[in-house]
């Protein structure tokens, strides 16, 4: 069976547009839930030799330390994750003296670090180098890379459209996290910032498998039409990136599941990325081409 893409590209661009624009809202209104990682703080990682005591019970202990805001999480089986603004050693001592009284502590389980305020600044802005150099990157590649294919659209538009796919992937991902950040107190880390970078590569590999299909059936035949060409390269390419994406998803999943606290989130993050990426790839970037495509045609009055 032959799905006709083109022929319905409008209502793909509704979903993904409503998606980006909530997402930005989102995102504009809450904003991210940044980690200690960007903001500066401390952290400590504790455990228990037996029973642990209840995550409430721990809360209420550490309240009396006085701490002011922190957030405790779990990490496996009897472990625990705090973080905190930043304490001296004396409070960290007292916090340990508060966690001893309500158990069997386990004194070879935990660490214990401090950020400062200004390296997780540092940070932050080493993450926006990195996704503006990622993203110009992208760009000049593609752009090389579909050099030869400069009919019916300019090469650069293969990049242009990628990029505007790679957006909607990491945009709405981000603004999944906001709604956990303000619903659940999920923290946006590292972790979570290398997973949506991965994201990057991934969705722009996925969309370079379809637009180099798209690059072969065009310069195969000079005469072919390009909205057949488009929906030609779609089907051909849907097993295989349909495929691809659930083979990675399914192990994604696995580790969400049964990876354990620390590693949830950035499996989530994960999934999303890659579950968005792969409808971008395929109804989004190559009907982009299209779009610019009947855009220019409009232009020439034809």
């Known amino acids: 069976m032959r799905l006709q893409f ?14 980006t624009v909530l997402s ?19 952290l400590m990682e504790f455990g228990y030799k037996q029973q642990a005591p209840s995550q409430e019970v721990i809360s ?3 309240r009396g330390v006085g701490l002011g805001d922190f957030s405790l999480q779990k990490a496996g089986e009897n472990k625990f994750i705090l973080k905190t603004k930043s304490i001296d050693e004396k409070t960290h001592q007292d916090i340990l003296l508060a966690l001893k009284a309500l ?52 090469s650069y ?31 946006v880390t590292i972790p979570i910032i290398t997973a949506l970078l991965t994201v990057f590569g991934y969705s722009i590999n996925d969309s370079v498998v379809v637009f180099d299909r798209l ?23 849907l097993g295989r990136s349909v495929n691809t994406s659930v083979t990675v998803l399914i192990t994604l999943f696995a580790i969400f599941f049964f990876g354990g606290e620390t590693l949830r989130f950035f499996s989530l993050a994960l999934i999303l990325g890659i579950g968005f990426g792969t409808y971008s790839s395929i109804f989004i970037a190559t009907l982009l081409l299209f779009s610019f495509y009947r855009f220019q045609e409009k232009r020439k009055g034809r």
């Not at 083109?6 to 998606?19: A, P």
């Not at 400062?116 to 600044?121: E, H, L, Q, T, Y």
């Not at 538009?157 to 107190?185: E, N, R, W």
């Not at 310069?219 to 929906?231: C, H, Q």
């Open 103 to 154: 158990g069997d502590f386990d004194e070879g389980a935990g660490s214990f670090e401090s950020i400062g305020p200004a390296v997780g600044a540092e940070m932050r802005n080493k993450i926006q180098i990195v996704v503006i150099l990622s993203i110009l990157v992208i760009l000049v590649y593609i752009a090389i890379s579909f050099r030869r294919v400069s009919r019916p659209v300019k």
């Open 157 to 187: 538009i293969y990049g242009l459209t990628s990029i505007i796919a790679l957006v909607h992937d990491v945009l709405i991902p981000l603004g999944i996290f906001v709604i956990l950040g303000k619903i659940y107190g999920v923290e």
């Open 6 to 19: 083109v022929k319905y590209r409008r209502i793909f661009y509704t979903l993904s547009l409503i998606l």
């Open 24 to 42: 930005l809202v989102v995102i504009l209104i809450f904003g991210l839930k940044w980690g200690i990682d960007f903001t500066g703080g401390s």
């Open 60 to 62: 209420e202990k550490l």
């Open 215 to 237: 690059r072969e059936n065009l310069l195969r035949s000079k005469a072919v039409n390009f909205e057949t060409a488009v929906d030609d390269s779609l089907n051909q390419t």
